[in-house]
């Protein structure tokens, strides 16, 4: 898989958007990027994922620079249900496409 | 759509017992499973990936004869953890990949605390 970085924690506060940043450098031409979620005990949920173009859908939007090196995952309207650890992955072409999580991103959405 | 459903959610055993944890995908046929491990405060780790009628692909450190895997029809995997001790009480989540190419879904995962 393409190593991704993101930082290992932020704060929201409620109501305002969250940006939470990836680095996927050594991304090639034709992988996805994929965001996921996990809340506490549960398993990961699916939020969003693109190649090329900016992609939004009702949980979330995704911005994919033009280099296609990083990324943005914008909630537009964090609740306090949204403090959850925030996966970036870009899971490679012919690896049967499992998913490997690397540490991801512990937002927390205060009031 | 696209819904895995993983039982039991959680589960008690003894030392020594073996224990089966199912994965079904509810509205899809999922040719490829994968079974992940994750330990208090860590990120998920993959076990292995199992494809429907073949042997499961373990990833590395990963005791085969340990965890057994089988996924013998489109619609459901099972991950067997013999003789268990303590060091295997861990949260256990499976995944499917989505016919297509739109993306993976994952289970609600199962806590397993071997006592």
């Known amino acids: 898989d393409a190593k991704t970085t993101q930082p290992t924690s932020m704060d929201c506060a409620e109501g305002r958007a969250a940006n939470l940043p990836c680095n996927h450098s050594?991304?090639?031409?034709?992988?996805?990027v994929y965001w996921y979620r996990q809340i506490h005990s549960q398993g990961p949920q699916y939020i969003i994922h693109?190649?090329?173009n900016n992609e939004t859908n009702e949980m979330a939007s995704l911005i994919i620079t033009e280099d296609r090196k990083s990324s943005t995952l914008i909630l537009p309207h964090a609740t306090l249900r949204d403090t959850a650890v925030y996966y970036c992955?870009?899971?490679?072409?012919?690896?049967?496409?499992?998913?490997?999580f690397g540490k991801g991103t512990k937002l927390s959405v205060k009031p | 759509g696209a819904v895995v459903s993983q039982h039991p959610s959680w589960v008690i055993c003894k030392s020594g017992t073996s224990v089966k944890i199912e994965c079904r995908s509810l509205?899809?046929?999922?040719?490829?499973m994968f079974w992940y491990r994750q330990f208090p405060k860590q990120s998920l780790m993959l076990m292995a990936t199992?494809?429907?009628?073949?042997?499961?692909?373990?990833e590395q450190g990963v005791e085969k004869d340990k965890f057994l895997i089988n996924h013998a029809s489109l619609t459901l995997s099972t991950l067997t953890v013999t003789s268990a001790h303590p060091e295997d009480s861990s949260f256990y989540i499976c995944?499917?990949?989505?016919?297509?190419?739109?993306?993976?879904?994952f289970g609600s995962g199962t806590r397993l605390t071997v006592v």
């Open positions: 995944s499917a990949s989505i016919p297509g190419g739109y993306g993976y879904t």
């Open positions: 050594t991304i090639s031409g034709n992988e996805y």
């Open positions: 693109g190649l090329k």
């Open positions: 992955i870009v899971p490679a072409r012919g690896s049967q496409g499992n998913l490997i």
């Open positions: 509205d899809f046929q999922a040719t490829t």
């Open positions: 199992s494809n429907e009628g073949s042997k499961a692909t373990y």
